[in-house]
């Protein structure tokens, strides 16, 4: 795990960023996303078994190489002790809460735990922050908070940022207090704290169980022989989905800007689960009716049925703008799912793994 330094070879100060969620899909665009800005950026990992950095590992460099300005320290956000320790250490001008249990389905499974990571888990950084803040007398540290279209769940779209909330699952609600600590931060100590409100956002980086890369991992696999059957859900519910390659760059606009204040990030776009089916699969020439199979294990015990967003705010203030549209999303990643499926065949092939396994 790296050391700590805020001085550019220059002397002159490099800005310091300190993201939790760094293994994320989020978290390692918003990594490039620093470094190219210049940025030292610190990560909190949590210790696992195995590595989990697959996502990093194209822009790690060794932390022993003094020209390493990406570091990755062991905490969690239910732990409060680490989070104020690296606060401390790291002394960030920015901090990115992107840390959570962000599936929306293990959430009605695993529903404690949900609410201590990411309710819960987002007070303990702000009191880290906070409380760094007041016993240091240092200058402000800016806060972004994660927060999910999920809260507005039932309440039907256009969503924008008056929009009210009406969350329906434990995810979503505890998202919901989360963005309220944010608020209550700001309010109550004059915290820069700033929420995102981001709508779905997808990529070929995006967590395999998540359905737009559930879908295409599969287009790829049954293009290619190595899978028959896709499982799935409900495919009547409608997402307005992004590239999360643009949307990182709204969370960081916000803490540039002279006030802190809540965002909606959207495409303003929203397509149903079918229509990415039938984009994703026709891209390769194949019907998905075929292929697709309902599976009752998928269904959400309450479901958020439609979500589409009105970025009116982050468009007029932040000058921010999605730069990729549906039909590209979905070939980015679809392209790359069927060049990893190509991979996984040529071992499958030459008896290195079953087609069950992943490589
Ligand atoms: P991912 O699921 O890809 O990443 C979540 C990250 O949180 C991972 O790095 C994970 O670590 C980390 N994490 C999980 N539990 C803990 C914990 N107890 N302590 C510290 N870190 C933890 O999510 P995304 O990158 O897609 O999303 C980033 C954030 O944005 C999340 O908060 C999500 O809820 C929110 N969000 C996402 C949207 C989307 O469409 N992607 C839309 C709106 C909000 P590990 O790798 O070890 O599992
Ligand atoms: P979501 O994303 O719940 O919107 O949360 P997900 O891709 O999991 O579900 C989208 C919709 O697809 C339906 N669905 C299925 N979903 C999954 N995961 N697996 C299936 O087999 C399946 N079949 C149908 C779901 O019911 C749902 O309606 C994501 C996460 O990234 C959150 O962290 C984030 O806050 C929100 O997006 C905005």
Redesign the pocket.
Known sequence: MGTVSNTAGSGKKKKTALITGITGQDGSYLTEFLLEKGYEVHGIIRRSSNFNTQRLDHIYVDPHNSSARMKLHYGDLTDASALRKWVDTICPDEVYNLG?Q????VSFENPDYTADVVATGALRLLEAVRTHIESTGRQQIKYYQAG???MYGATPPPQDENTVFHPR?P??VS?VAAHWYTVNYREAYGLFACNGI????ESPRR?E??????ITRAVGRIKIGLQKKL?????K?S?DWGFAGDYVEAMWLMLQQEKPDDYVVATEESHT?EEFLEEAFGFVGLDWKECVEI?PR???PS???N?RGSAEKARKVLGWKPKVGFKQLVAMMVSGDLERANREKVLVDNGYIDSHQQP
Do not use: C, I
């Open positions: 959570a962000s599936h929306v389905g999910s279209s999920e699952s995810y979503a998202k981001l709508f779905n956002h967590g169980n998540f359905v737009t890369r559930k499982f799935l859900g409900n495919l519910a997402r689960v599976d998928y269904f959400r479901e958020v049925d979500l």
